[in-house]
Structures are given as structure tokens and as C-alpha cells.
């Protein structure tokens, strides 16, 4: 397996563009998750989906950010609209029920 | 829900010695305490875990430990090397299949470890 796939690895944006990030997780695994990672916060989680069923999205951060996982190897998180505040690196990562998590190299994006 | 501190934020020691990193958390039904090393630019990976029913691991030059009494972990790096500059996360989860179990894994906020020469 090539582990978990992120594109796009580099995203730049104007202001209230809309965004949109994407994870294939690694084959097999059932939980999803999707973290923004800022020098302030830390590694934050946004939502984690479990069989492609979002089960937390309590730490999106606003109306503007939506997650969804159509199926087992692919979701997606967008941004609509886009703000400087959310430039940061997002990372996808995915689990097993008794496995790590492995994550994505991650998606930098900077809103200009 | 569940809540991770960890502390130093920032650790720098001479190369040879030894760097502790500690973590407490806050849910006590928490079972899985992971630690991933970040380098710069890159993904985290995971270079050690713990579960409950164990008070202490270890791997070569890196050891965790477990006291669920008090809810706290700990890293330890003997003989620090400077590749083992990075950023280091603690992370708490209920993982596993039983009926209380979410998988959810929440993060502490890093600790910046610098190895000087």
C-alpha cells in the first residue's frame, strides 16, 4: 500500500475562493481523520469519520468547513469561503479498529 | 471529552544525555497512548505506543510510561543523538473494539526537542 495519499501537497488561494483538500486513507482502514496543524494549536482534530460516517466534527472551526467521505478510499475537506486565518498544514490520517495512525504528508495551504 | 497537556513545549539537551517529555490526560476510559516525531516538513510517524494494561515500554534508546492512577505518560530518550531533533506528540485514545471505544485521537501540543552537538 503507499500509505495515505493527500493532494494537493501545495494549495494557494485568494480570500473567499473555495478550497478543497483530498485523502485516500490506506486500504482496509475504517476511521478517517482530518487535523489542522498551526504553530499556535498544535495538531487540532476537525472531524473523524468511522465506515465513511462522520462520528465528531465538533472541532470545525466554522460553517465554512465541511468534510465528506463518499466511500471507503476517498474524502474530502472544503473550505468555502477561504480566509487568511485558515492557512495552515492539513493532514489526513487513517486507522484500523487495533491499528496506528498513519497520516498523509499533508496539505499546505496558504489563503492570500 | 478528552483532553491532552504536555509539557516542556520547548527541551533542548546536550547530545548523550537523556530528554523526558510528559503528558497527562483527562478521560480515564482512555486506553492507547501513542507517540509520533514530527521533523520538519514532514508527516508525523509513530515511533512508540502504549496500552493501559501496560505500565512501561520500551524500544531501543526510547521508553514510555503508564500510570493510569494518575493519568499521565511520560517519553524517554536515552543517549539523545542529533537526528533526534524533532517535534514529539502524546497522543490518548479509546481504541479497540468494545462498546465504549471511539478511536478518537486527540493530541497534546508538541514539545520541540533540540540536540546540540
Known amino acids: 500500500d503507499a500509505g495515505v495519499i493527500q493532494s494537493p501537497r501545495h494549495e494557494v488561494t485568494e480570500m473567499g475562493q473555495e478550497v478543497t483538500l483530498r485523502c485516500k486513507p490506506i486500504s482496509g482502514h475504517d476511521y478517517l481523520f482530518w487535523y489542522r496543524q498551526t504553530m499556535m494549536r498544535g495538531l487540532e482534530l476537525l472531524i473523524y469519520?468511522?465506515?465513511?460516517?462522520?462520528?465528531?466534527d465538533s472541532g470545525m472551526p466554522e460553517d465554512r468547513f465541511s468534510a465528506k467521505m463518499p466511500n471507503a478510499s476517498f474524502s474530502t475537506l472544503k473550505i468555502q469561503p477561504s480566509e487568511p486565518r485558515d492557512s495552515a498544514v492539513y493532514f489526513c490520517?487513517?486507522?484500523?479498529?487495533?491499528?496506528?495512525?498513519?497520516f498523509g504528508q499533508g496539505t499546505r495551504l496558504t489563503v492570500v | 471529552g478528552e483532553n491532552v497537556e504536555q509539557h516542556p513545549s520547548t527541551l533542548s539537551v546536550q547530545e548523550g544525555d537523556s530528554a523526558v517529555i510528559k503528558c497527562t490526560y483527562s478521560d480515564s476510559a482512555s486506553n492507547y497512548f501513542p507517540w509520533y516525531k514530527q521533523e520538519l516538513g514532514k508527516r508525523p510517524q509513530l515511533i512508540i505506543d502504549i496500552r493501559s494494561n501496560v505500565g512501561e515500554k520500551k524500544d531501543q534508546r526510547i521508553a514510555v510510561t503508564l500510570n493510569k492512577t494518575a493519568k499521565h505518560f511520560s517519553l524517554h530518550i536515552t543517549e539523545t543523538q542529533p537526528e533526534d531533533s524533532a517535534v514529539y506528540f502524546c497522543?490518548?485514545?479509546?481504541?479497540?473494539?468494545?462498546?465504549?471505544?471511539?478511536?478518537?485521537?486527540?493530541f497534546g501540543t508538541g514539545t520541540l526537542l533540540a540536540v546540540q552537538p
Open positions: 490520517a487513517s486507522s484500523g479498529d487495533s491499528t496506528e495512525a498513519f
Open positions: 497522543a490518548a485514545s479509546k481504541k479497540g473494539g468494545y462498546g465504549g471505544a471511539t478511536n478518537k485521537l486527540i
Open positions: 469519520f468511522n465506515n465513511n460516517v462522520p462520528i465528531d
